[in-house]
């Protein structure tokens, strides 16, 4: 039977200028496309709304970073008889979470239309060279990055893949239906993609360019973010050496750009480890959001026991008990154990309002894994061990050892952030830490919405 994948094309061309305006949902002409990528503008505008598009509360500002995937990763307390206890019971039949996950891949889909669009008109000579390698550059990334997250959902677990199609990855504007790929041709795209992204974005990101589009870069996906992405997703296919080589060269070459956030920026409540953001998302209501979901009585929280638990006891880590994570009792606060990362500080002006997509400690974790020398992996868990003053006895790790210490770090640094389920669907831990229910395909698989597929003979 053939698997198509319906893809709506209306509601996915971006039209004006106001921010307010960017993701409505409306029809255009070739001709009105024609006209708005006759200008520089017009491309930059494009651009900016994908970005916006990715920071919405449906996707990184809110569900796929601190909501769903930390439910899915039993990060949060939760209700067996509410939405929060049928997500982290992995009841993707439900009709509510069912309406959460089809939201995610209708929206990924959308923001790839969107640059899908842009790439359909960036070699019509409108762009500078310096500008057309920028705004190309970021685009193929952003592109490889929404298909490297569905896949990461959707997609099969690494390792037990076959050959049948799995999801579309979506290579241009079209009113017909997308084919959808295997996993080799998936992957293959993905890779070109990444590819021709690092070769457009190396030049320009080292010399710059004299434009105010060319700011904020840790907001943008730069040359470092696209390095840092094709680590992970080498590591997601599980080719190590690959995945090792663009950690290190991410390590090794960011320089005073991007550093590892040290105990006493965290001091300063740094909470987000600002400096070590490859690639993060600015979302201006990020305090309104947090504070409900999280600060106020009825937000989310964790039990005390399995905290401290998690952290071994450590009371020096920076990121334990009384650090980031602390008790709040109030009238408005309630008596909860929360998570302090996305709390906001008055006095850590470049750093409010960011939710990070990709870190420099995660190029640390890789590097880790992917290495069983000491002599490579040792010098970089001590130089986590020293960022984060953590206690534990790392002397002469063991592989086994040194893999665990990985697979807790996950826990430990990107909790909040939505990593960790991904972590266990890349490794198809049976074990959950905190659930009663065994990892496995139905777990880990994410349903693709059924109103997007279609089975014929």
């Known amino acids: 039977m053939k698997r198509i994948i319906y893809y709506i094309l209306s509601g996915c061309l971006l039209l004006g200028t106001g921010c307010s305006n960017w993701l409505d949902v409306k029809p255009s002409t070739r001709v009105e496309q024609e006209e708005m990528f006759s200008t520089e503008d017009g491309f930059k505008n494009t651009l900016t709304g994908v970005y916006i598009k990715l920071k919405s509360n449906s996707l990184y500002g809110k569900t796929l970073t601190m909501e769903l995937t930390e439910y899915l990763a039993q990060h949060w307390k939760s209700n067996a008889s509410e939405l929060s206890g049928y997500i982290s019971a992995y009841d993707y ?12 891949y209708t929206d990924f889909y959308n923001a790839i239309v969107n640059v899908n669009n842009l790439l359909d008109f960036v070699d019509n000579g409108v762009l500078s060279e310096d500008m057309y390698k920028l705004i190309k550059g970021e685009a193929l990334g952003l592109r490889a990055f929404c298909h490297l997250d569905l896949l990461r959902l959707y997609g099969p677990i690494p390792g037990k893949q076959t050959d049948k199609k799995i999801l579309s990855y979506a290579r241009e504007v079209s009113r017909q239906n997308m084919p959808v790929n295997t996993w080799a041709e998936y992957i293959a795209f993905l890779e070109k993609d990444l590819n021709e992204a690092e070769t457009l974005l190396e030049e320009i990101e080292k010399k710059g360019i004299d434009d105010d589009y060319f700011t904020y870069r840790q907001n943008r996906m730069n040359y470092w973010a696209v390095m840092a992405v094709k680590a992970r997703f080498y590591l997601w296919i599980q080719n190590k050496e690959k995945a090792a080589e663009y950690a290190k060269k991410v390590i090794d070459g960011v320089g005073e750009q991007f550093k590892l956030s040290q105990p006493e920026n965290f001091t300063n409540k740094d909470y987000i480890a600002s400096s070590e953001h490859l690639f993060s998302v600015h979302v201006y209501d990020l305090e309104d959001i947090t504070e409900t979901f999280i600060y106020r009585s009825g937000g989310v929280e964790q039990t005390k026991s399995l905290i401290v638990e998690l952290f071994e006891g450590d009371v020096t880590d920076v990121r334990g008990d ?30 409010r309002e960011q939710i990070p997509l990709v870190r420099l400690y995660e190029m640390y974790l890789i590097a880790i894994e992917c290495s069983d020398n000491s002599a490579v992996y040792q010098p970089l868990i001590n130089q986590l061990l020293t960022a984060r003053s953590i206690s534990l006895d790392m002397d002469n790790a063991g ?59």
Request: no cysteine.
């Open 93 to 104: 039949e439900n009709s509510n979470v069912q309406s959460i996950i089809d939201g995610v």
């Open 322 to 351: 009384g650090k980031l994570w602390q008790q709040l009792q109030g009238v408005t606060t309630g008596n909860r154990y929360v998570l302090m990362k996305y709390k906001q500080s008055e006095a850590q002006v470049a750093t």
């Open 399 to 457: 592989v086994d050892q040194k893999n665990q210490f990985v697979s807790m770090e996950y826990h430990k640094e990107f909790y909040g952030e939505g990593q960790a389920f991904y972590q266990y669907k890349r490794r198809n831990d049976e074990m959950i830490m905190w659930s009663n229910t065994p990892g496995s395909t139905s777990v880990y698989v994410l349903p693709v919405p059924k109103s997007e597929i279609k089975y014929e003979e």
